[in-house]
Structures are given as structure tokens and as C-alpha cells.
């Protein structure tokens, strides 16, 4: 472990490449919008994740600066001010040019199974691999501006969920803290979390999807995943909205994103 922090430390003492910078400024907004201090913290995370993780080109994608650096950045917004390994369980990160389809195996009643493809634009594997579809990211800088979605974000959510063994919607909470403290915080996170969760589902009953929409409702761990992709894309909606889940989510991230994100037009 000590040879790990120390090649880390080298890792950040070296400048960070202008061309990466620009890649930042260009790909990413959310990267603008940050103290200087945090885009500092930033830089020196993507070059230790690039450093650590193996990144594949699949379908043909030839890997660039571009992609390992836009990518890199998403996954290591979520550990700032955080300390944290780095998705320990994470080896590789494969990148499709594009949309790509996976096996589909679905049970349709009375004995019978549909067999087919299901198109994807990312998934988490909770040992060795993000699978991800450059289209998405590069396009539109990983996230769609209107409805909030990101997909790195989103994967490297479930990353963090997988870290205690089990993808629930509750990743570790209260590293370091003793635990009367991490007892506290999971009490207050399961509270928080239950209560949206089933106002969700109830509500979409009715035909309203609110701001965390239909795809959170499908359970636990895509309920973390989506709240974790809105913390930082619509901050002042789900803070007016989740107070609470909110407050879980600036506890955890350690990070409060209404104060740099840029509220969203009526």
C-alpha cells in the first residue's frame, strides 16, 4: 500500500499536460464551473486514473487523449475530497465508437424465451470493467443538458456501489469516522433513500416521473446511480425537489454543487 501512495504522489507532481487541459475545457463544462482548487485536485486524480486503469478500444475505436482524458475526468469528479482508491475493483475501461448491442435473453410466459439484442450505452461490471459508448460522452460531453443524463457519471455511481459487495444503492459510508458516526450516516442515508425511492414509484403511478425520472424506479442501485448523475447535473432541481437525498448525496460526495453548477432556465 505504501508503494501505491508513493507512486501516486509522483503520479501529481508531474504537470499536467496543456493539451489534457484544453481536452477539459473543451469536453467537459462542468470542469469550468469548478474552484480553481477543485480543478487542481482534478487534474492530479486523472493523471493517477490514466496512469492505473487500462483503457480498450472495441469495434474498431482507436483510443485517444480525447476519450481517456474526458472519461477520466467524469470518474474522478465523484472521488474529490474524498479518500478513496481509486474503484479499487476497476481494471479496464472499453469504449465503443458508438451505441452497442449485448445478448438479450428475456422470459415472455408459459415456458417461452425471447432471444435478441438490447442496445446500451454503458454498463458497470462490479469486478474489472466500464463499458462505455463514445458517442454518447464525446457528442455531447457525457451528459444531455436538458434532461440531466450522464452516463460516466452514472457507471462509475454503481462502481462506488459495488465497493462494500453488493450493488444496493449504498456504498460505503463513514470511511474513517467511528462507527457510533458510520451508524449515524447509514441510518440517515437509508431513511433518505427509502423515503424518495417509494415516492417514486408511487408517484410514477400516477404518471409523474418528477426530476430523477422512470429509470430510477427500477430499483436501488439504479436509483443511486441516476440520483448521483442529477447531484451533479441538476443540482438546484434535486435539491428543491430531495432535500434530503440532497443532503445525503453533499454528505457522501463531500462536494455541494449549487454552489458553482449554473441553474437550469424555467
Known sequence: MIWKLQRRRRLQ??????????????????????????????????????????????????????????????????????????????????????????PETRYVGNGLVEEGSHPRLGESWPQGAVVLAWDAIGRGSASNGDEGHNVVLHEFAHQLDFEDGRADGAPLLGNGEPWPLRKDRHRAWAKAFRADYDALQANLQKGDPGVLGAYAATNP??????????????????????????????????????????????
Do not use: M
Not at 470542469?31 to 492505473?52: K, M, S, T
Not at 474522478?76 to 474503484?87: A, I, K, S
Not at 437525498?245 to 462536494?255: N, P
Open 221 to 266: 442501485a439504479e436509483f443511486f446511480a441516476v440520483a448521483t448523475e442529477c447531484f451533479f447535473e441538476r443540482p438546484h432541481d434535486l435539491r428543491a425537489n430531495h432535500p434530503q437525498l440532497y443532503q445525503e448525496l453533499r454528505h457522501f460526495f463531500r462536494q455541494d454543487p449549487c454552489e458553482w453548477a449554473v441553474p437550469r432556465a424555467p
Open 13 to 102: 507532481t508531474v504537470p499536467f499536460p496543456p493539451a489534457w487541459r484544453r481536452i477539459l475545457e473543451k469536453l467537459v463544462p462542468i470542469y469550468l464551473r469548478l474552484p480553481e482548487a477543485d480543478r487542481r485536485e482534478l487534474q492530479r486524480r486523472i493523471q493517477v486514473f490514466i496512469a492505473e486503469k487500462n483503457f480498450e478500444g472495441c469495434g474498431g475505436l482507436v483510443l485517444s487523449d480525447e476519450i481517456k482524458v474526458c472519461i477520466s475526468a467524469y470518474a474522478c469528479l465523484l472521488l474529490l475530497h474524498r479518500d478513496t482508491d481509486y474503484y479499487p475493483a476497476l481494471r479496464s475501461v472499453l469504449v465503443y465508437p458508438s451505441t452497442y448491442f449485448v
